[in-house]
């Protein structure tokens, strides 16, 4: 990324624009069109708003923690009429309730569900294929509209497999580059709907979009470093292969949970089905602080974990197994933990490092001290 700038409106970079347009399609594990932003991921949440929508439509979307709190709250300032069926936070939607809610809407009033894929504030990953097959079985038109800002490039993710009609994404996490990017994978069902959406858009319109990306361009100054930072890392997935890519995140999360388990600490996810592979959210004892650990880790190791968000402030910590990440970053990830539950006494049983271990190199026969 630390290169020149060329300009955005030459042949090279339209060389540069084609190849990340048409490259990040299999991230995606799509053949339509993927819009990029230069913006965070919140960008392209209103972006996948704004072009879908209109005033006082009604959608459905599903309380999984702190992220689906926040785009809740950026629909409803769109005048949007959000149902915001509640959750606990340690499970995601019910594709059963999917289905029945949208089998009760007979007059097809719900115009989106909109799922988070992988919530970040608690490592729980949404089923979208079953909530899809709910929408298929209630024989609802509604959109789907699925947030993968932390999934995408890191867990097994279909858009056009699952039918999504707009997968939100970004680049900070699975895709390794730092913040500014943002994305908008579409289905033809929500190109034809984006053209009767009536809420205002300008920055975000798709169909501008559209024409400037058949070139290769944008239709304002793209962040072309950024950019550049794309095809490199959409070049390191395509080496290591998408499938191994997430083999190898499935392993971590395995091995990471194995650690907790062994340290006798709580996962936040429930359900072993909707384990997330991208991370692990941890729940404190009770009466232990877990901003406090989280102190302890940084002022002595320098690691950084994740905090507790919105209601899970200070009750949880959590580890990120996302993007570029390997056996021993992980395992340095855990050590440091231990070492640090340690430090805070916060009750736990030693050996989750070891369990780990046992979970990274299950094949090798345990060697035998005495030849
Ligand atoms: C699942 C999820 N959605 C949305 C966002 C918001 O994205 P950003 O902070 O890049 O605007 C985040 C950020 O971490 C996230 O994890």
């Known amino acids: 990324m630390n290169r020149h700038v060329i300009d955005h409106r030459g042949p090279e970079f339209a060389k540069l624009g084609k190849s990340v347009l048409e490259g990040v399609k299999k991230v995606f594990q799509t053949t339509g069109s993927v819009f990029i932003y230069p913006a965070s991921g919140t960008g392209a949440w209103e972006a996948a708003i ?18 689906s709190q926040l785009w809740c709250q950026l629909a409803k ?16 939607p019910d594709p059963a309730d999917v289905e029945a809610r949208l089998h009760a809407d007979s007059r097809h009033t719900f115009k989106a569900v909109m799922v988070v894929h992988n919530e970040t504030s608690t490592g729980v990953t949404s089923r979208v294929p079953e909530i899809r097959q709910a929408i298929n079985r209630a024989r609802h038109p509604a959109l789907l509209l699925v947030d993968t800002i932390s ?42 709907v984006n053209k009767n959406a009536k809420l205002p858009r300008s920055y975000w319109d798709w169909q501008e979009m559209l024409h400037a990306n058949q070139a290769g361009f944008f239709p304002f100054t793209p962040a072309t470093n950024l950019l550049f930072g794309l095809r490199e890392a959409l070049l390191m997935l395509e080496e290591e292969g998408l499938s191994n890519v997430f083999r190898r995140h499935n392993r971590h999360a395995e091995a990471a949970r194995a650690a907790v388990r062994e340290w006798g600490l709580e996962i936040v996810c429930e359900d072993p089905r909707e384990y997330s592979s991208s991370l692990t959210a941890v729940l404190v004892p009770q009466g232990h602080e ?47 933990i231990e070492m640090g539950l340690r430090l805070a006494g916060v009750p736990h049983h030693s050996g989750g490092v070891t369990a780990a271990i046992n979970s990274l190199t299950p094949q090798i026969k345990k060697p035998s001290l005495n030849p």
Request: aromatic fraction near 8%; charged fraction near 20%; glycine fraction near 14%.
């Open 50 to 67: 704004v072009n879908t929508l209109s005033p006082g439509d009604r959608v459905l979307l599903f309380e999984t923690g702190h992220f």
């Open 151 to 192: 999934s995408l490039g890191s867990m097994d993710y279909r858009h056009d497999e699952w039918e999504v009609d707009v997968t939100v994404a970004g680049s900070q996490k699975g895709l390794m580059l730092p913040p500014g990017l943002s994305f908008n994978a579409v289905s033809e069902k929500a190109l034809s």
């Open 290 to 336: 877990a901003d406090q650990l989280r102190r302890i880790i940084l002022e002595n190791f320098d690691m950084s974990l994740g905090a507790g968000l919105s209601k899970l402030t200070n009750k949880v910590f959590r580890i990120g197994h996302l993007g570029s990440f390997n056996d021993l970053m992980l395992l340095g990830t855990l050590g440091g």
């Open 77 to 92: 300032k769109f005048g949007i009429d959000v149902e915001y069926v509640p959750g606990s936070w340690r499970v995601g």
